[in-house]
């Protein structure tokens, strides 16, 4: 399996939800449930990525 490609994949994935996290958070708050649901589907991903790059 291409490892390289599903990482940057995955990359790809962890930079278009850290724009939405942060543009929810300026926008709505820290607080609000939509920027606390994308902080931890960001959490979800970047644990992934950790994952698979030390595999």
Same mark, same amino acid.
């Given at each position: %399996?291409?490892? $390289?490609?599903? &990482?940057? =994949?995955?990359?790809?994935?962890?930079?278009? +939800?850290?724009? @939405?996290?942060?543009?929810?958070? %300026?926008?709505? $708050?820290?607080? &609000?449930? =939509?920027?606390?649901?994308?902080?931890?589907? +960001?959490?979800? @991903?970047?644990?992934?990525?950790?994952?698979?790059?030390?595999?």
């Amino acid at each position: %399996m291409n490892t $390289g490609y599903l &990482d940057e =994949e995955l990359m790809m994935q962890i930079d278009d +939800l850290r724009q @939405l996290l942060i543009a929810a958070g %300026m926008k709505k $708050g820290i607080h &609000d449930l =939509e920027t606390l649901q994308f902080s931890e589907e +960001l959490d979800k @991903l970047i644990l992934q990525f950790q994952l698979l790059s030390s595999s």
